[in-house]
């Protein structure tokens, strides 16, 4: 007898028969396995059949995925995948309408399988589709199917996309240009362009020849198709020479690109979903990343063109007609001005600008204050030369500080992360978005400044209270500029202090004995809460995103721990869920008993792979994989990093291991202190019963010693 590891229960169907129920060995060959099912209903010529799972993506099984089969799986008997694409091949040529539609009704279907693509594909069978899209005979539900089994089989990565002919890419671009097209097509059309873009250096230049930004611009007032135009304005962005970068970005700033998305994306009647989300955090990025060329500037010295803005700044502050005639009077004058602008070198300015962030990006931010908002200039300026008790706030110092620490902020010149959704709305109403939003902040730093009553030698204490400030701020999402402010305002310098105290104190470790026992005593139980409230959470579960899903089709799937915690649940879903998914939608499971262990960060496989995006920092920080017998791994990227830290402390709980994320020394370090605070409250409020007290001779001391159980 083989043990009993090896031996899985499942059922499997045949349309027109009674379901057989079978113990399948592992250890033996699946074409055994399938030849004893043909038999069992008296089918003959096995090797033309082989299983798929009944529910779900109805995947093929293989000797190499039949590991994933858990007991109580319901299988199908099907045939084999190389008759399934011959046959399939065959009908879509036939001449019947009918027939034909319902072949390509199923290749869409069949062609996200693996198994299935890879013969369709030995069979040219994206040579046949790519064949019947050119000859531009097919309309309708039967070209929409067509281009998306073409879709589905290229995103197996089989096929070079440079394989593409060039009448195959005109022929889809004329969808995307023609005026009334069926939204299915062109959604598919939208996304057969993107990953084309993404995928093949050359056919970019193709892509961008055959589309012009103004036509994808246009389906922005279609919320069928906004997602997968944004996604191919970003490709095209993204993959964009450097040269010709600013020059899109200029057509689009002409096409209105950013007031189109903030009126029919962002105030639209309709919830942004998270992939849109996603492609609008892109965008945000992309379009700051046309500042790196200005933040990696250094200025030249000796250029006169460039000194010429120093003298600007210095004309609209001090009102330059009167300049003494005198080239030394003016010398010394000028000397006298640029310490009054609180530039670091006074004798000659452009030194400061030679390092490198913020080069001459902080210059351009300067000169946009001193023109664009120049009484807030004037008065920043000249509030701060007239003061003679050392608490001047430098502003040429300031402005070039802040510039570097707005670009960390943004990350200026990082690239997009594939998994993050962190968009600001309030970027999207302006069209100097960068430089409204570094107006407000050198504001908000002069501000902070005076509250604080500082000196030259706080100067890096002042910046890192702006930091915190502004970053805040951010935090809140504020929807518009005018917002931005108001929460600014509220994040005065005393506010701050108020919520470093506040944080501390929840955080705070005391130090008297007495309390260092009572924390020790507390702990467990508090570990014990917070365990249960991750598990909790687990049971709930959450909805994560398919990780390297290019094309702008959202898919999405959920995962869930059982109420008795001893299986997770998990399974795909069509759209991002609204609330709790029922455990029968979820199709597959995994024993809790096979978890062997939960890798974090680059330990991840899935972050071993390549991707069209920079796999950086923030989306390490945000996978981690289960590791289950025999050898398989269930991959995850957290939408963000409380669902990370929930999931990882959630399966190290159920592993019995210990929780070590931030978010729960955290919990921890507020609910011991809460907890502490209430019990020492309770002490304080002990009445001692009345007695009647001896009369001393001598004064008494008396000493209470308190029961911190």
Avoid at 81 to 98: V, W
Avoid at 195 to 216: D, F, K, P
Wanted: glycine share 4%; proline share 5%.
């Amino acid at each position: 007898m083989p043990p009993a590891a090896d031996i899985v229960k499942v059922a499997i169907e045949w349309p027109g028969a009674n379901a057989q129920l079978i113990e399948m060995d592992q250890k033996r060959p699946l074409s055994s396995i399938i030849r004893e099912v043909c038999d069992g209903w008296s089918l003959s010529g096995s090797e033309q059949f082989a299983l798929r799972y009944a529910d779900g993506p109805q995947l093929y099984i293989t000797e190499q995925s039949r590991g994933e089969i858990k007991n109580g799986t319901i299988l199908r008997l099907a045939i084999s995948p190389a008759r399934a694409a011959r046959q399939l091949l065959e009908r879509i040529q036939s001449h019947g309408i009918d027939a034909r539609l319902e072949a390509l009704k199923e290749l869409a279907k069949l062609s996200a399988d693996p198994t299935f693509a890879a013969e369709f594909i030995n069979m040219e069978g994206i040579g046949t589709l790519a064949r019947l899209v050119e000859s531009g005979t097919h309309f309708g539900e039967m070209l929409a199917f067509t281009l998306t089994a073409f879709l589905e089989l290229m995103d197996h990565g089989i096929v070079s996309w440079d394989l593409i002919s060039l009448s195959f890419i005109k022929q889809i671009a004329g969808y995307v240009n023609q005026p009334m097209v069926d939204v299915s097509i062109l959604q598919r059309s939208l996304a057969i362009l993107e990953s084309m873009v993404l995928n093949s250096h050359s056919l970019y230049h193709r892509v961008a020849q055959e589309i012009t930004v103004g036509q994808l611009i246009g389906h922005l007032s279609n919320q069928e198709i906004q997602t997968y135009a944004i996604a191919l304005i970003n490709a095209l962005f993204l993959k964009a020479p450097e040269d010709r970068r600013q020059e899109m970005a200029s057509t689009l700033a002409q096409k209105h690109l950013r007031s189109i998305i903030l009126n029919h994306v962002i105030r639209g009647n309709r919830p942004i979903k998270a992939e849109m989300a996603h492609q609008l955090y892109v965008l945000q990025v992309l379009t700051f990343n046309l500042l790196e060329e200005r933040m990696m500037t250094k200025m030249d010295p000796n250029d006169q063109a460039q000194r010429d803005i120093i003298f600007e700044l210095r004309r609209i502050a001090f009102d330059g007609e009167n300049d003494p005639t005198g080239t030394e009077k003016r010398k010394a004058m000028y000397t006298k001005d640029y310490k009054m602008l609180g530039f670091t070198n006074h004798v000659n300015p452009a030194m400061d600008f030679t390092q490198t962030p913020p080069g001459m990006l902080a210059l351009d931010n300067m000169l946009y204050l001193a023109k664009v908002h120049q009484d807030t200039y004037i008065r920043i300026v000249l509030e701060n030369s007239s003061r003679e008790d050392k608490h001047e706030c430098p502003f040429g110092r300031c402005a070039i500080e802040l510039t570097r620490m707005l670009c960390e902020i943004l990350q200026v010149g990082e690239l997009p992360n594939e998994g993050c959704n962190d968009y600001h709305p309030m970027f999207f109403t302006h069209d100097r978005a960068w430089e409204e939003f570094f107006c407000v902040c050198i504001q908000l730093l002069n501000k902070t400044w005076k509250e604080m009553r500082a000196t030259a030698e706080d100067f890096n204490k002042v910046m890192q209270v702006v930091r915190e400030q502004i970053t805040r701020a951010l935090a809140m999402k504020p929807s518009s500029l005018d917002q931005l402010k108001n929460k600014l305002r509220g994040l005065n310098y005393s506010e701050i202090l108020r919520l470093r105290q506040s944080e501390r104190m929840s955080q705070d470790d005391f130090q008297s004995p007495p309390i260092i026992e009572l924390r020790e005593r507390i702990q467990p139980e508090i570990l014990e809460l917070i365990k249960q409230q991750r598990l909790n959470r687990l049971c709930e579960g959450s909805c994560f995103r398919k990780l390297g899903n290019r094309r702008r089709q959202e898919k999405f799937w959920f995962c869930r721990l059982s109420l008795n915690h001893k299986v997770l649940h998990y399974g795909d879903l069509d759209e991002s869920p609204q609330g709790e998914v029922p455990f029968e939608l979820l199709s597959d499971k995994i024993p809790v008993s096979d978890i062997k262990s939960v890798v974090t960060g680059k330990d991840c496989p899935h972050m071993k792979e390549k991707s069209a995006l920079k796999q950086n920092k923030e989306v390490l920080e945000l996978a981690f994989s289960v590791l289950y017998d025999p050898d398989e791994t269930l991959n995850f990227v957290a939408p963000n990093k409380y669902e990370y830290c929930i999931w990882t402390d959630g399966l190290c709980a159920l592993l019995g291991r210990e929780m070590g994320s931030d978010l729960t020394r955290s919990d921890l370090d507020t609910l011991i202190s809460m907890e502490m605070k209430l019990r020492l409250l309770d002490l304080e409020n002990i009445t001692i019963p009345e007695a009647p007290p001896p009369v001393p001779k001598e004064p008494s001391s008396y000493n209470f010693t308190y029961n911190y159980s």
